[in-house]
Nanobody, 116 residues
C-alpha cells in the first residue's frame, strides 16, 4: 500500500507562488498516473492536474499558471503554482492511480490559502 504525504501549502498573497510536494512511500515509476486534486468545503473534489507517462493535463481554471511534474528518483510529485488567485484557496490532495478508472492512493491534504 503506497502512502502519499503532501507538503508546501500555506498562506500566500494574490499573484504569489507556491510549490506543493507529494512524497510517495514507494516507487512511482510504474504508477499509471499521479495527480493533484483540490477541495473547498461544501464542494466536490476537483481534479487540478494529472501526469501520466510524461503527458500532462490541467483543469481550464489553472492552465498556464500551474505545472505538475514528477521526479522518479525521489518518488516525488510536484505542483508549481504561479499567479495564485483567491479562488485557488482549497485543500490540495495528491493521488495515485494504478489504472485509468480510479485513484487508489490519497494523501492527507495540504491547505493553500490565497488572501491579502
Amino acid at each position: 500500500q503506497m502512502r502519499l504525504v503532501e507538503s508546501g501549502g500555506g498562506l500566500v498573497q494574490p499573484g504569489g507562488s507556491l510549490r506543493l510536494s507529494c512524497a510517495a512511500s514507494a516507487s512511482i515509476y510504474s504508477i499509471y498516473a499521479m495527480a493533484w486534486h483540490r477541495q473547498v468545503p461544501g464542494k466536490a473534489r476537483e481534479l487540478v492536474a494529472v501526469i501520466s507517462s510524461g503527458s500532462t493535463n490541467y483543469a481550464d481554471s489553472v492552465k498556464g499558471r500551474f505545472t505538475i511534474s514528477q521526479d522518479n528518483a525521489k518518488n516525488t510529485v510536484y505542483l508549481q503554482m504561479n499567479n495564485l488567485k483567491p479562488e485557488d484557496t482549497a485543500v490540495y490532495y495528491c493521488a495515485g492511480a494504478e489504472g485509468p478508472t480510479e485513484y487508489h492512493y490519497w494523501g492527507q491534504g495540504t491547505q493553500v490559502t490565497v488572501s491579502s
